[in-house]
């Protein structure tokens, strides 16, 4: 199971000063979440990123600068051969259910991204940003858009 301190990665005591309680709160919200789908998905995963202070998410490349990464709201999974990625296209019910989003994976080569709670689009499957897709031809950008918001 994934457990906080993979979360946190210290982070919390190496900027304790940002670790605020809204942030243990968020971690504590999405944490059983994860696990259900670490659960489901019933393979190790491994944590890339949890937590960001400011500082770490401003030095992260591609990181939106409202990230829910921020707020204790999201996580990245590693995913380096696409099986989770696979794995979550084919049970967008669970993540929609649970109140995940996923950034589209061409943005995202090598993790899947976790963030609870909608972007502004609404979509299940969502672009981070303006900047250009570094995996272009991962995915075809196809899905059920009935998961949308």
Not at 37 to 49: D, E, F, L, Q
Request: aromatic share 10%; glycine share 8%; net charge negative.
């Amino acid at each position: 199971m994934i457990s906080k301190d993979e979360l946190l990665k210290g982070r919390d005591v190496q900027y304790a000063s940002d670790y605020t309680q809204e942030i243990s709160d968020n971690l504590d919200k999405i944490l059983p979440l994860l696990n259900q789908v670490r659960s489901a998905w019933a393979k190790p995963m491994t944590v890339n990123s949890g937590w960001r202070p400011p500082s770490i998410n401003g030095s992260t490349p591609g990181a939106a600068a409202h990230s829910k990464h921020m707020l204790g709201l999201a996580c990245d999974i590693a995913d380096p051969d696409g099986s989770l990625w696979a794995w979550v296209l084919q049970n967008l019910q669970l993540m929609k259910d649970l109140g995940f989003y996923m950034e589209d994976k061409r943005w995202c080569p090598g993790w899947v991204h976790l963030g609870w709670g909608p972007p502004a689009s609404g979509k299940r499957i969502f672009v981070p940003s303006a900047n250009r897709a570094q995996a272009p031809d991962s995915w075809d950008g196809e899905y059920d858009h009935s998961f949308d918001d």
